[in-house]
């Protein structure tokens, strides 16, 4: 829209200012009215499967084979005993199958220790790191800084498919792939997005602060941590957040290194282990396990989710990316 | 006065080794990790799947890798190219299969994942009681961990007898009659020497992506619309224009960098589809026989799948020969990705998102001049 059609628009606009407040004073509720109504039928339906999971994970086996349809609420009330059979390998005496999955709080426990050190410790790490590159790219001078910044911007157009069999060699040479953790940490560290956000977002930090700063004697780890960390907790927030929902969602990065070694289960992340759950109680009366364990997956991301939504959803509007 | 002449310099020449120690020393220091991290988990990795590609590299003995040559690139090119001691090579078809059934699923499902989201964004930016709410629950799906959006779509879909939601629902209809989760076939349709079978397991993968797969363009697109300026719409009421017209002429025209932004992120995540399909049925039904010895020969594979089933380990052999394989299907992975990432930066160079790499350039160019 350039500016000279902007400027005749608007002079168009003036003479006829109160028949239009009137036009719009009429219009305008109907269609607040319209998509209140659609939003509100599409959010029932879009929010049915999360009810769905809650109470069919909740539902006991006998129940699940005679009375299907009671889905909200099941014939014989609540019960834990999908819990029951994933954490305790408590399996009901009515049970017909007997999957032996030797799956209980032992492994679980793991899993979620595992889930946790990466989407926490991991991402702590990687937004420390970033932030401390970004520091270097932004406020302190040094040759050919433009240039590496430049390439570093350049290889972002290289997907991550390329690098995670080399990765995986690296990996299963150092012997990681028996070890927790740290192979699932590690190979982030050098992500240029999240570095690329923050320094955008340090740019917009005025420079001068940093310079009278410096007049006042501080170091640069001083500022870093005294200054820039604190004004740019917005970012590191985001992109914490980020970081947490992709580190604790991840699945395809855990199976590759942990996935097929059935015997060291220990080592596995929360999603690798659901994984293998869906696989043994897919296709039978049995899935309210399966779903007991996705409500033991979804439960820390939608507190989180619930918590911070508004951040979460403003940071992604802002940022401009994609989980 | 020589000797005085000398210590001037000295002292010069030690002040600026000092002086610069000091200065790139600590822009090092700042630096170090993150770049550390990227030379060993980005540039090492990235040669070395390439160098991989031609050999015939084993994860379990790295000591006895061998050139091959473009041997696996010919595997995957070349439908008649066999592996020397074999009659047969069904990784041409396995690959193809895969890459019909991933391109297929972009074409079908991104004008979804951009329509649907723009449509509910523009209901969201008309500002109807609680619209805050609204976009949270609307965004909630896309943060749902694929294990247990797998369980629950797993649960939607199952057949009758094994108490599938739908199925009980809506006895009798098509979800009722429809063994989503077995062999059974749509429909199937021949590209060249290869029969594509589409499988009926296709309906749940695409309501999972349908149901949590758009999030983010929601979010971007109502971030986009809510900074259109407010006078454009005043002003072009006053032009006559009705809703539909608004819509066309001045919402899509203001969001253009967020719609190339999210269609070319939503391609290139599709283009990554794994997890879906993993989660709901292995990547199965495996029915081609024919290709048994062949990875991810599944009616639902895509190209990750391909690549997954060779390098996650739970096929030993399939790990041990064909690593190579994998690494070489990743790298044209990469080059197709690569260079929808090129266009997409390309195309929103002078947009407020995603310039970065054309406003590197121009910085780029300034500074090599």
Request: aromatic share 16%; charged share 15%; glycine share 8%.
């Amino acid at each position: 829209m350039d500016q000279s059609s902007t400027v005749k628009l608007h002079e168009l606009r003036l003479p006829s200012r109160n028949a239009k407040k009137q036009r719009t004073m009429i219009s305008f509720p109907v269609g607040k009215l319209v998509s209140f109504i659609i939003l509100t039928v599409f959010c029932i339906i879009w929010i049915s499967p999360f009810i769905f999971l809650f109470t069919v994970s909740l539902r006991n086996q006998t129940d699940a084979m005679l009375y299907p349809k009671e889905i909200l609420y099941p014939h014989s009330g609540y019960s834990f005993e999908s819990y029951e059979i994933i954490l305790l390998g408590k399996y009901p005496e009515t049970s017909e199958q007997h999957i032996t999955t030797g799956v209980t709080w032992r492994d679980l426990v793991p899993w979620i220790l595992n889930s946790c050190g990466v989407a926490i410790g991991g991402t702590i790490i990687h937004v420390l790191v970033a932030a401390f590159a970004a520091y270097a790219f932004t406020f302190l001078d040094f040759k050919y800084r433009n240039v590496l910044f430049t390439f570093l911007i350049f290889t972002m157009v290289i997907p991550g498919a390329a690098t995670t069999l080399g990765n995986q060699t690296t990996i299963f040479g150092l012997k990681w792939n028996k070890v927790p953790l740290v192979g699932l940490i590690l190979p982030g560290i050098g992500g240029v997005y999240g570095m690329y956000l923050i320094k955008t977002f340090f740019s917009g930090i005025p420079k001068d602060l940093i310079e009278s700063a410096k007049m006042d004697g501080y170091s640069d780890f001083k500022i870093f941590f005294k200054i820039v960390l604190p004004l740019g907790k917005t970012v590191l927030l985001v992109q914490g957040l980020f970081g947490f929902m992709g580190g604790w969602n991840d699945l395809i990065w855990p199976q590759m290194l942990y996935g097929a070694d059935v015997k060291r289960k220990d080592l596995w992340t929360l999603q690798v282990g659901m994984a293998y759950l869906l696989g043994k109680f897919r296709s039978s009366n049995t899935i309210g396990v399966s779903l007991a364990g996705g409500v033991i997956c979804i439960v820390p991301v939608l507190i989180v989710y619930l918590f911070a939504a508004n951040k979460i959803v403003e940071g992604m509007a802002s940022a401009g990316v994609k989980r | 006065m020589s000797t005085e002449l000398t210590l001037q310099e000295f002292y010069r020449r030690r002040e600026r080794t000092v002086g610069g120690l000091k200065k790139y020393g600590l822009a090092l220091l700042f630096l170090a990790p993150f770049l550390i991290g990227f030379i060993v988990f980005f540039i090492y990795p990235l040669f070395y799947g390439i160098y991989i590609s031609f050999t015939n590299f084993n994860l379990s003995k790295p000591g006895e890798t061998k050139m091959v040559g473009f041997q696996w690139y010919a595997i995957l090119f070349n439908r008649n190219y066999v592996i020397k001691g074999t009659k047969f090579s069904p990784f041409f078809d396995s690959y193809w299969k895969a890459f019909i059934h991933t391109i297929i699923f972009v074409v079908i499902m991104v004008p979804i994942a951009i329509i649907v989201p723009l449509a509910l964004a523009i209901l969201i930016n008309l500002k109807p009681p609680g619209y805050k709410i609204f976009r949270c629950l609307v965004y909630m799906p896309a943060i749902v961990p694929l294990a247990c959006s797998g369980a629950i779509f797993v649960m939607l879909f199952n057949p009758a007898a094994a108490s599938g939601i739908l199925a009980t629902l809506f006895p009798g209809s098509f979800f009722d009659n429809i063994k989503f989760f077995q062999d059974s076939v749509w429909f199937s349709f021949k590209v060249g020497p290869i029969n594509v079978p589409i499988v009926y397991a296709w309906i749940p993968i695409f309501f999972m992506c349908f149901w949590g797969g758009w999030g983010g363009n929601f979010i971007i697109f109502s971030a986009g619309l809510e900074n259109v300026p407010k006078s454009l719409y005043e002003a072009s009421s006053v032009d006559g224009c009705n809703r539909w017209n608004k819509i066309l002429h001045v919402t899509l025209p203001n969001i253009k960098g967020q719609l190339v932004l999210c269609t070319f992120t939503t391609i290139i995540g599709y283009m990554g589809l794994y997890g879906q399909n993993y989660t709901l049925i292995g990547g199965g039904p495996y029915m081609d026989k024919l290709l048994i010895s062949a990875p991810a020969y599944g009616e639902t594979s895509t190209l990750i799948y391909f690549i997954q089933a060779i390098v996650d380990g739970s096929n030993t052999t399939m790990q041990a020969k064909f690593y190579g394989l994998a690494s070489a299907a990743s790298i044209i992975y990469a080059i197709l990705v690569g260079i929808l990432t090129g266009i997409q930066q390309f195309l929103s160079r002078d947009k407020k998102s995603g310039t970065i790499i054309s406003e590197r350039y121009s910085k780029w160019i300034r500074v090599v001049q």
